[in-house]
T-cell receptor, first 117, second 112 residues
Framework: GAVVSQHPSRVICKSGTSVKIECRSL??????MFWYRQFPKKSLMLMAT?????????EQGVEKDKFLINHASLTLSTLTVTSAHPEDSSFYIC?????????????FGDGTRLSIL | DAKTTQPNSMESNEEEPVHLPCNHS???????IHWYRQLPSQGPEYVIH???SNVNNRMASLAIAEDRKSSTLILHRATLRDAAVYYC?????????????FGTGTRLKVLA
């Protein structure tokens, strides 16, 4: 149980394009989802915390107008990279926690590799 | 935010136990200790977590120091499939949401 699915797994697009990444909790309801990015050979960096029905909380240094997060339902959060440029190329990973259970493990998706040409 | 310190890399022989250390000297009383591992091009996989007492599950054991300033992940018999980057993470309560701050992790190499 506790499966998190990300789509797409890989995307390649031209500079200036906006790209939407979906994060779904398949078999549970998630009040909170998290978005991370990871550069090659580096650790995961938390970008934002997404709560269902409210605005996302962004970490310091993360541009909220650049990385739009929507968490419209208890099973879906989306990250849109707007007007993407080559420096936005990275591995984006989401995670989710099960509704109503505090301080339990985050369940991670398998990530989306974004390449901007 | 409380931080963790891990060795950059470790090696182990197959079928032998592995002890992966983690220091978290600034841990607060309510921080849980989580361990995840990550294979290339995949999301992190949950391994184990605990608060104060040692924990065991089918994947590993977690030994937590009495002062909670350090912990050790124990893989009882390493296999080639255990080769991964292992992250020790403290979950910090931020306005009711426990977020993870990842450290640099330990790259475990398992030798056949």
């Amino acid at each position: 149980g506790a499966v998190v699915s990300q789509h797409p797994s890989r995307v390649i697009c031209k500079s200036g394009t906006s790209v939407k990444i979906e994060c779904r909790s398949l078999d549970f309801q998630a009040t909170t989802m998290f978005w991370y990015r990871q550069f090659p050979k580096k650790s995961l960096m938390l970008m934002a915390t997404s709560n269902e029905g409210s605005k996302a909380t962004y970490e310091q240094g993360v541009e909220k107008d650049k990385f739009l997060i929507n968490h419209a339902s208890l099973t879906l959060s989306t990250l849109t990279v707007t007007s993407a440029h080559p420096e936005d190329s990275s591995f984006y990973i989401c995670s989710a926690i099960i509704r109503g259970i505090h301080n339990q493990p985050q369940h991670f998706g398998d990530g989306t590799r974004l390449s901007i040409l | 935010d409380a931080k963790t310190t891990q060795p950059n890399s470790m090696e182990s022989n197959e079928e032998e136990p592995v002890h992966l250390p983690c220091n978290h000297s600034t841990i607060s009383g309510t921080d849980y200790i989580h361990w995840y591992r990550q294979l290339p091009s995949q999301g992190p996989e949950y391994v184990i977590h605990g608060l104060t007492s040692n924990v065991n599950n089918r994947m590993a054991s977690l030994a937590i120091a009495e002062d909670r300033k350090s912990s050790t992940l124990i893989l009882h018999r390493a296999t080639l499939r255990d080769a991964a980057v292992y992250y020790c993470i403290l979950s910090a309560d931020t306005s009711g949401t426990y977020k993870y701050i990842f450290g640099t992790g330990t790259r475990l190499k398992v030798l056949a």
